[in-house]
């Protein structure tokens, strides 16, 4: 029997990461927003607790998935590589058109909310323009 590979676990752990409904939703909301969204964007954008979002994003980023950026005591969010194949593949899902019907609906839910930055900033919920 072969012995696993680093490069091996950490392609295990990125898949286990994604096998969660919520967690994908939550990396193709950030594939479809291009941009760094607010943990409280995200909690609308998914109609989900910012307890059970918060859990979801920490298992993207433990995953290496998705990173968080603290800005004062919020955090807000991107996918991780751009440019690396699962962020192809994670793009796949909401681009040209999104993959299905709960991912479309999140994106409804997601422009609504985008809709209310003043200045490209998010400032409800968390006004994370302060910081």
């Not at 409904?21 to 291009?34: F, H, I, K």
């Amino acid at each position: 029997m072969k012995q696993e590979t680093p490069d091996f676990n950490r392609c295990l752990k990125t898949f286990k990461a994604l096998a969660d409904a919520r967690r994908l939703r939550a990396a193709a909301l950030l594939a479809y927003a291009g941009r760094e969204l607010c943990v409280c964007e995200l909690v609308d954008a998914l109609g989900e607790s910012q307890y059970n979002v918060s859990r979801a994003v920490g298992a993207l980023c433990a995953a290496g998935i998705i990173r968080k950026e603290k800005k004062g005591r919020w955090a807000m969010y991107t996918l991780a590589e751009e440019s690396s194949p699962l962020a192809a593949y994670i793009k796949g899902l909401v681009k040209p058109a999104p993959c299905c019907a709960p991912v479309a609906n999140d994106i409804v839910r997601l422009k609504k909310r985008l809709a209310l930055r003043q200045e490209g900033v998010c400032v409800i919920g968390c006004n994370c323009w302060k910081y």
